[in-house]
């Protein structure tokens, strides 16, 4: 059996996945499993030893440059790898008409939500079969659930795999470390700087290196001035795939409501997931290690909230 997995984009999203090719794996173990993926998120997909080939898609370049020779010529090597094996099953876990549209170009059955479970119900009209997901579940579950179903297995109850192995990177933090994620794609999602001072602060007097995660210049900067003042560590720009090794070291990890924390708390470490524009509860960081969420939609959490948690963990 050959199944391609459709899951582009975000990163914690692509995080999310990563469970359902660990059930699918162990109720298929012979199966040969590919991953379509936007290109800046390729590494983690990579990252389970159950992913033959991951597809990179750069959709969000090409959309802008769509007249260009070259754009043109990218979309027709992607496709021309899609359509390369025939698929037994290409599984749309995003549950967008993109997303519908690229499982399209492969060789194979499409399959997805029905159009009582999925984000945009005009994706439906491309699949071959639908199956009902409850929306009213985490997003790992979702995922788990909906492959199960059309791999005709009943949904699993145990808990989540994400299955990955920390990777080995050229850059090494201080050990043993914590990593600190205070950087967001919205201002929105920023935490006060002072917060993450006290928060560095508490863990280098437990011990812990604090180690401040960034992906732009603006993030950069932010990530120096917390460092500077709670004697943190600011890396080089690390890839993807680096800052994963990153993470997979990390004693505890503290991080907003952004893709590295998800991955971060995959790996298996104690993670707190710091939410100021958005409610955890469908889409919490979870993990086989301990974990927990504080905020919601325009509510800050209080640093004597994050900063208990962050004590039991230390603690445990």
Same mark, same amino acid.
């Given at each position: 059996?050959?199944?391609?997995?459709?899951?582009?984009?975000?990163?914690?999203? @692509?995080?999310?996945?990563?469970?359902?090719?660990?059930?699918?794996?162990? &109720?298929? $173990?012979?199966?040969?499993?590919? #991953?379509?993926?936007?290109?800046?998120?390729? /590494?983690?997909?990579?990252?389970?030893?159950?992913?033959?080939?991951?597809?990179?898609? /750069?959709?969000?370049?090409?959309?802008?440059?769509?007249?260009?020779?070259?754009?043109?010529?990218?979309?027709?090597?992607?496709?021309? &790898?899609?359509? !390369?094996?025939?698929?037994?099953?290409?599984?749309?876990?995003? %549950?967008?008409?993109?997303?519908?549209? #690229?499982?399209?170009?492969?060789?194979?059955?499409?399959? %997805?939500?029905?159009?009582?479970? =999925? &984000?945009?119900?005009?994706?439906?009209?491309?699949?071959?079969?639908?199956?009902?997901?409850?929306?009213? *579940?985490?997003?790992?579950?979702?995922?788990?659930?909906?492959?199960?179903?059309?791999?005709?297995?009943?949904?699993?109850?145990?808990?989540?795999?994400?299955? *990955?192995?920390?990777?080995?990177?050229?850059? +090494?933090?201080?050990? $043993?470390?914590?990593?600190? *994620?205070?950087?967001?794609?919205?201002?929105?999602?920023?935490?006060?700087?002072?917060?993450?001072?006290?928060?560095?602060?508490?863990?280098?007097?437990?011990?812990?290196?604090? @180690?401040?995660?960034?992906?732009?210049?603006?993030?950069?900067?932010?990530?120096? &001035?917390?460092?500077?003042?709670?004697?943190?560590?600011?890396?080089?720009?690390?890839?993807?795939?680096?800052?994963?090794?990153?993470?997979?070291?990390?004693? +505890?990890?503290?991080?907003?409501?952004?893709?590295?924390?998800?991955?971060?708390?995959?790996?298996?470490?104690?993670?707190?997931? =710091?939410?100021?524009?958005?409610?955890?509860?469908?889409?919490?960081?979870? %993990?086989?290690? $301990?974990?927990?969420?504080?905020?919601?939609?325009?509510?800050?959490?209080?640093?004597?909230? @994050?900063? !208990?948690?962050?004590?039991?963990?230390?603690?445990?």
């Amino acid at each position: 059996m050959r199944v391609l997995i459709v899951k582009t984009t975000s990163m914690g999203d @692509v995080v999310h996945a990563l469970p359902a090719v660990t059930d699918l794996h162990r &109720r298929c $173990p012979d199966a040969a499993i590919d #991953w379509l993926v936007e290109a800046p998120f390729a /590494a983690i997909p990579a990252l389970h030893p159950a992913v033959q080939q991951v597809l990179p898609l /750069a959709w969000r370049k090409w959309r802008r440059s769509l007249w260009r020779a070259e754009t043109r010529q990218a979309i027709a090597n992607l496709r021309t &790898r899609l359509r !390369a094996q025939r698929y037994d099953l290409v599984i749309d876990l995003q %549950g967008l008409v993109k997303s519908m549209l #690229w499982g399209l170009q492969a060789r194979g059955p499409l399959v %997805g939500y029905d159009r009582h479970s =999925i &984000r945009e119900s005009l994706a439906t009209l491309g699949y071959r079969r639908t199956a009902a997901v409850a929306r009213e *579940i985490h997003a790992v579950e979702r995922c788990r659930r909906l492959v199960a179903a059309h791999l005709g297995y009943p949904p699993p109850a145990d808990a989540p795999d994400f299955g *990955i192995v920390a990777p080995t990177g050229p850059w +090494q933090a201080p050990q $043993p470390s914590a990593a600190l *994620i205070p950087c967001a794609s919205r201002p929105e999602k920023l935490w006060p700087e002072a917060h993450w001072v006290a928060l560095g602060r508490r863990l280098r007097d437990a011990g812990l290196a604090p @180690v401040l995660i960034w992906g732009s210049e603006d993030e950069h900067r932010r990530a120096q &001035r917390i460092a500077a003042d709670c004697d943190g560590v600011v890396p080089p720009f690390l890839s993807v795939a680096d800052t994963a090794a990153v993470l997979g070291q990390a004693r +505890q990890i503290v991080g907003l409501d952004t893709g590295f924390t998800h991955l971060g708390a995959a790996f298996g470490a104690p993670t707190i997931g =710091i939410y100021c524009d958005h409610e955890p509860g469908l889409a919490g960081v979870t %993990g086989p290690g $301990p974990v927990a969420s504080f905020g919601g939609r325009q509510i800050v959490p209080a640093l004597s909230d @994050v900063m !208990a948690q962050l004590d039991r963990h230390l603690h445990d």
